[in-house]
């Protein structure tokens, strides 16, 4: 494994724990929430939280890959941070004074009339959480990961601790004092915008001097972040437009089409081992890519990268599926009947990781409008299939239009990078891990399907250990897994 791959896994492993410690205890939330909530309630929280990571993108526009780019030309960095910062803090309060001032329109838009208060919390968090990701921008430019990590985490606990008062102990302390306490969905909200807040006064130090900041400089930054807003608008779209589906075009045999809602939302939470696997990555490899981009062997790090990404998730995968009689529980079992969609939200997840793998090309060659269109065909495939199959099939169909979508855009845009920006990637390499791997979960299928018990998980598991015996016989890591014995066993006899 080379210097630079090394790098990037240990820069992996950093940023994981602001990735995967936070999301693991959000993903504690979601039992939480589906035994405490009834899943109309819940898909409440799936619809707002949707719109929030469509706005979230559009009031950032592109700015926190900019900074990146333009640092390249700035050994400090203090002026793209600056100009970005500036016009991120701007554009925010004109977001948040603009949408709190139509708060009653848009709740009515949005089928929930009366309730302007929603529009106004996601108003206030998305505004605060897009100057905090400038400056989450800063500490990852100047690779300090662990205060990163740290502050991710605080601001996940924060979060995590209120939604327990909230949910858990206030109604427990007024039900002991003989008082009433009515349980909504408001108090999720609540939790969110208090550790919004919180995290950035943990962030306030690293606001630049307006000095420094240069007019010319934010708009060619404009120029590069607006095509990348637009990618991850179009993006955003093709990920979470199918909750819009299921709430408005399910099959008209739904009584309730929230409650479908919120077991499809449930369900995708199940598959959370392999999102922050994918969070994770996609911290550590945009500076690792923009660093070695020039380098000798750049290119190839880039292959060898992708391969043990593949390798990786599919194991995850399979991990994952295996285990799936346990993981089923971290949901409320009212939520149960959307299990069957985990194994294809797996795979959405997979392909998601490694568009953004082959992604990275047109990042790199400063074209990023090929990369708006290469998500724009993605989304339309998703619009398309979704309005004929959603009102057919429900949110199945969702879940499985969302996989083949992840699949198309991988496949243009390795196709359109091998033309503009050529990687040696060795794909024969990655689809023989896919393969094996999809052989192995046929099996974990149909042992679920026909055996009961204890032995569905055992017999998975034991299909799970076969392909991490072919990938530790592939990658050859014997030697170095030996080694990491050895050492441990030292310390132990010391």
Do not use: H
Not at 175 to 198: E, K, M, W
């Amino acid at each position: 494994m080379s210097g630079s791959v090394r790098t990037l896994a240990r820069q992996t492993v950093i940023y994981g724990l602001s990735s995967i410690v936070p999301r693991f205890l959000n993903f504690l939330l979601v039992p939480l929430y589906t035994y405490f909530f009834k899943p109309a309630d819940y898909g409440i929280v799936a619809d707002l939280y949707s719109w929030a990571v469509l706005l979230n993108i559009v009031v950032t526009y592109g700015m926190e890959t900019a900074v990146f780019r333009f640092t390249k030309n700035d050994s400090s960095g203090v002026s793209a941070f600056a100009t970005a910062f500036y016009s991120i803090l701007i554009s925010s309060l004109l977001f948040f004074f603009a949408v709190a001032l139509n708060a009653a329109y848009i709740s009515d838009i949005l089928g929930y009339p009366g309730r302007d208060r929603y529009v106004i919390y996601f108003a206030f968090i998305i505004a605060i959480d897009a100057v905090s990701a400038i400056l989450f921008v800063k500490l990852r430019v100047d690779e300090k990961a662990l205060r990163f990590s740290i502050v991710k985490i605080l601001n996940v606990a924060l979060n995590v601790l209120l939604n327990l008062c909230f949910i858990v102990l206030f109604p427990w302390v007024f039900r002991r004092l003989g008082q009433n306490f009515t349980l909504t969905v408001d108090y999720i909200f609540i939790a969110n915008l208090f550790a919004s807040a919180f995290t950035f006064l943990l962030l306030v130090d690293l606001i630049p001097s307006p000095g420094v900041a240069q007019f010319r400089l934010w708009k060619s930054m404009l120029v590069y972040g607006i095509p990348l807003m637009l990618s991850g608008i179009v993006g955003a779209i093709n990920d979470v437009i199918d909750r819009q589906f299921i709430k408005y075009f399910s099959p008209k045999s739904v009584v309730n089409p929230l409650a479908d809602l919120g077991v499809y939302f449930a369900n995708l939470k199940i598959a959370v081992i392999l999102v922050l696997f994918v969070q994770a990555f996609r911290y550590a490899a945009e500076p690792f890519f923009f660093k070695n981009a020039d380098e000798k062997g750049g290119r190839e790090s880039f292959a060898r990268v992708a391969v043990l990404y593949m390798s990786v998730s599919m194991l995850v995968f399979l991990f994952t599926y295996a285990n799936l009689p346990v993981f089923k529980y971290f949901i409320g079992s009212a939520y149960w009947s959307g299990l069957f969609i985990v194994p294809v939200v797996l795979l959405a997840n997979v392909f998601a990781g490694l568009y953004l793998n082959f992604s990275m090309w047109y990042k790199l060659a400063d074209k990023t409008f090929m990369g708006f269109l290469i998500i724009l065909v993605g989304c339309l495939f998703t619009v398309v299939l979704d309005y004929f199959f959603v009102p057919l099939y429900g949110y199945p169909a969702a879940a499985v239009i969302r996989m083949f979508s992840y699949i198309l855009i991988t496949v243009i845009c390795y196709v359109l990078g091998q033309r503009y920006y050529p990687i040696p990637y060795r794909i024969d390499a990655i689809v023989l891990y896919f393969a094996v791997a999809l052989v192995l979960f046929v099996g974990q299928f149909f042992v679920t399907k026909f055996l009961s018990g204890g032995w569905v998980m055992l017999i998975n598991n034991l299909l799970f250990l076969i392909f991490v015996i072919y990938f530790i016989k592939k990658e050859n890591l014997t030697v170095v897994i030996n080694q990491l014995l050895w050492s441990i066993k030292s310390r132990l006899r010391l």
